[in-house]
């Protein structure tokens, strides 16, 4: 170790003052290469803490990071504050508790600065700012929304019921990009404005996004609201019987070996059917209603009756007359004919007819030659056709699947015809997504270690190479005669104690490769002049 500071030392001193200073400045910024590098490696990955802002939420949260010390960074023209990983969620909470961003809206924290001599007025205007801002942060939290913005208008309280007017909400929504929103996110983003709002009214709620098309549906759109309802149903039902028939010739055929699509209109008419049957051959008697009337005289007087007859010298009533006898009967019967009375509610969103189309690709074998041999390193395959008799098995088996009814006129159709090959290699797909797991994986962990290897690397192609050149001893002098210079080449080897064989043995023993090389060029020029 002695020796060779020593020998670093000579030699840095055998250097001239811009060779030392060349040489202190190289070391310096190769030794200083390392640290930077790793620290680099070990840069805090920054995440968006706040997208989206106004000028003002910009410098306003700015300043506050910058009063806690914070590392930040402000990107895409001021509108996005990027801040540590580990750290964003810590923020977030710090600037939600001072208000920020205030374009965000302001919820009920308002209230908790309230003040002296505070009008009424101001009271409610306060109330539906803060009503607006619960509402949007509430919304926000939707993994599809990017921004929000409610406006509400809440009308004052009438006395009579007559004379007031209905609430009213509009929500403007910006989506992130590729993330739309479904019907029914859309109808719960409305019912939840709706009951978060004294008085309103699913109806009265409008919600659009940042493009300007209309995204809820009032209640006036209801045939338009149940046709989309009807459509989206209707769809769900021929993806699962599509899913249903896939799946099964998936495990018969392989993958991307058929392709099936189905149709079916389902019925949306909701049918009340009432019938009353009568049955003459079945009676019965619903009232009975009797009357017996009998009366029997015998010896009564006769004679009219009244004055003359009880007078004196008149002829007298016969007496012992003819016997006299009355009957009467009455009889009702009321009978009650059998009579069945039904009433049918038929369910709707019954299929009202089935089409199915399935298509299936053949097989594949290898060309043949010209002689008939199988042509191994020919990647092109010659296409095979499907027989019928397994055609046919594979429309039984879908008809079973979807279950097929003939009395509903339902169709299937599977027609066997050649796929488009993919151009995609075997296995390039999987080794691409394999990279990209991989990379998605360990991508942080590789980036410290990438830069900490390049580090090494210029220590040893730079530095290395500086200090071997430093460390050789230096040249010792020659030492020429007194007498002063040679005047010839032969008088100066003469002088030398080696013999130029010698030397040149030396300086192959030394650098092999490169005396290798020179005897081959010799050798090289040699037989071209011989030729």
Avoid: C
């Amino acid at each position: 170790m002695a020796t060779l500071t020593e020998s670093l030392l000579s030699n840095f001193q055998a250097l001239t003052l811009a060779q030392r200073i060349g040489v202190v400045v190289v070391m310096a910024l190769a030794i200083a290469t390392i640290p930077m590098l790793m620290m680099m490696g070990k840069e805090p990955e920054l995440v968006v803490l706040f997208s989206q802002l106004n000028p003002d939420d910009t410098r306003s949260i700015a300043q506050e990071l910058g009063k806690q010390g914070a590392v930040y960074e402000v990107g895409e023209g001021g509108n996005t504050i990027k801040v540590p990983a580990e750290r964003v969620h810590e923020l977030r909470l710090q600037m939600a508790s001072l208000g920020l961003p205030e374009s965000a809206g302001v919820g009920f924290e308002i209230f908790d600065r309230t003040g002296l001599g505070v009008t009424p007025f101001t009271q409610q205007m306060n109330y539906r700012r803060a009503l607006q801002g619960e509402l949007a942060r509430t919304i926000s939290q939707l993994s599809q929304v990017e921004r929000v913005r409610v406006h509400l208008v809440i009308p004052e309280k009438r006395l009579f019921a007559t004379e007031q007017k209905p609430a009213q909400a509009a929500v403007v929504l910006t989506l992130k990009r590729g993330t739309p929103l479904g019907g029914t996110q859309v109808q719960g983003i409305v019912h939840l404005v709706a009951s978060s709002v004294e008085g309103l009214e699913p109806s009265q709620v409008t919600v659009v996004d940042n493009h300007g098309q209309v995204l809820s549906q009032n209640s006036a759109d209801g045939d338009a609201q149940l046709t989309a309802s009807q459509i989206e149903t209707q769809r769900r039902v021929e993806r699962d019987l599509e899913q249903r028939v896939q799946t099964m010739l998936d495990q018969v055929l392989g993958r991307e070996k058929s392709v099936v699509r189905v149709t079916a209109p389902l019925e949306f008419r909701q049918v009340e059917i009432t019938e009353e049957s009568f049955d003459p051959n079945s009676q019965v008697v619903r009232s009975e209603n009797r009357s017996q009337e009998k009366v029997v005289e015998s010896g009564a007087p006769l004679g009219v009756p009244g004055v003359r007859t009880n007078v004196p010298n008149e002829l007298k009533a016969s007496e012992g007359g003819r016997p006299k006898e009355a009957k009467r009967k009455n009889e009702t019967l009321n009978y009650e004919v059998n009579r069945k009375v039904s009433k049918i509610i038929e369910p709707t969103g019954a299929i009202k007819r089935l089409s199915v189309a399935v298509l299936v690709d053949g097989t594949y074998e290898a060309a043949q030659g010209a002689e008939g041999q199988t042509e191994g390193n020919s990647s092109e395959k010659k296409y095979v056709a499907r027989p019928e008799q397994e055609i046919q098995n594979l429309v039984q088996i879908v008809k079973k699947a979807v279950g097929f009814s003939e009395e509903r006129g339902d169709q299937i159709e599977v027609i066997n015809v050649a796929f488009e090959s993919p151009t995609i290699l075997d296995g390039e797909d999987g080794v691409t997504a394999g990279v990209q797991s991989f990379l998605a994986a360990w991508g942080g962990f590789l980036k410290p270690v990438l830069f900490f290897i390049l580090g090494v690397l210029v220590l040893w192609f730079v530095v290395r190479p500086m200090a071997l050149n430093l460390s050789k001893p230096a040249a010792e002098p020659v030492l020429l005669p007194q007498k002063g210079l040679p005047a010839t080449v032969t008088e100066y080897e003469a002088h030398i104690s080696e013999t130029p064989q010698e030397q040149a043995i030396k300086l192959a023993a030394d650098n092999p490769a490169s005396a290798a090389q020179v005897i081959r060029t010799w050798i090289k020029e040699e037989q071209a002049e011989k030729v």
